[in-house]
């Protein structure tokens, strides 16, 4: 059955520390990975996508990570911000034959940061 | 520039009633979104056009659901008849297709739908 499985479900951090957040996936066969800022309220934003051959991708203060063996990945977040407290959601895309993936997505992390 | 646009952002009516969500979707986007997100089962997408055409609907989860792209610029959810189980924030998405689903979807901000 194709999952995607994130971690922790919830988290709090201080203002200024570093955090990361895990996905785990058994989606197969493998089109690509996003994350997604989602903030109370609004709709996701996208964040990052990665396909099979990209094993890291940046945005600003936002690091996803891909390891396409081990069906991982990884969110981290450098040097916290108020405004990065949201929900943050993995979704993995299955090839399909049709060359339109079906999504698959986590329950997402909230995050909560403090000043 | 523009975002995605959905309207209504917030729908109350009566079980049974007909419930019709609109969205605009960005500019130059070939490819749009229907999905809902609840508490108990997150975001779920319920359909996606490429080009207006309708290409996957098997997230619809009933009859009682349709959607329609009349053209590129303008989509339709509509439920009928409406049932509180379907109470729930809709969100439409756009992206540009190139051959694939490596685009970032762009989304709207959303209609929270309440069924009483």
């Known amino acids: 059955k194709n999952q995607v499985e994130q971690s922790p479900q919830s988290l709090i951090i201080l203002e200024g520390k570093n955090c990361t957040l895990q996905?785990?996936?058994?989606?197969?066969?493998?089109?690509?990975l996003r994350w997604y800022k989602q903030d109370t309220g609004r709709g996701p934003v996208s964040l990052t996508i990665m396909t099979f051959s990209e094993n890291t991708k940046s945005n600003g203060r936002y690091t996803a990570t891909l390891d396409a063996d081990t069906k991982q990945s990884s969110l981290h977040i450098t040097a916290s911000q108020l405004s990065d407290s949201a929900s943050y959601i993995c979704v993995v895309s299955r090839r399909t034959n049709t060359n339109a993936g079906k999504s698959t997505f986590g329950d997402g992390t909230t995050l909560t940061v403090k000043p | 520039d523009a975002g995605v646009i959905q309207s209504p952002r917030h729908e109350v009516t009566e079980m049974g009633q007909e419930v019709t969500l609109r969205c605009k979707p960005i500019?130059?986007?070939?490819?749009l979104f229907w999905y809902r997100q609840t508490m108990m089962r997150g975001l779920e997408l319920l359909i996606y056009?490429?080009?207006?055409?309708?290409?996957?609907d098997s997230g619809m989860p009933e009859d009682r659901f349709s959607a329609k792209m009349p053209n590129a610029s303008f989509s339709t959810l509509k439920i009928q008849p409406s049932e509180p189980r379907d109470s729930a924030v809709y969100f439409c998405?756009?992206?540009?297709?190139?051959?694939?689903?490596?685009?970032?979807?762009?989304f709207g901000d959303g209609t929270r739908l309440s069924i009483l």
């Open positions: 056009f490429n080009n207006n055409v309708p290409i996957d």
């Open positions: 500019s130059g986007h070939n490819s």
């Open positions: 998405a756009s992206s540009l297709w190139a051959g694939g689903d490596n685009q970032p979807q762009h």
């Open positions: 996905c785990n996936y058994t989606v197969s066969p493998f089109s690509n």
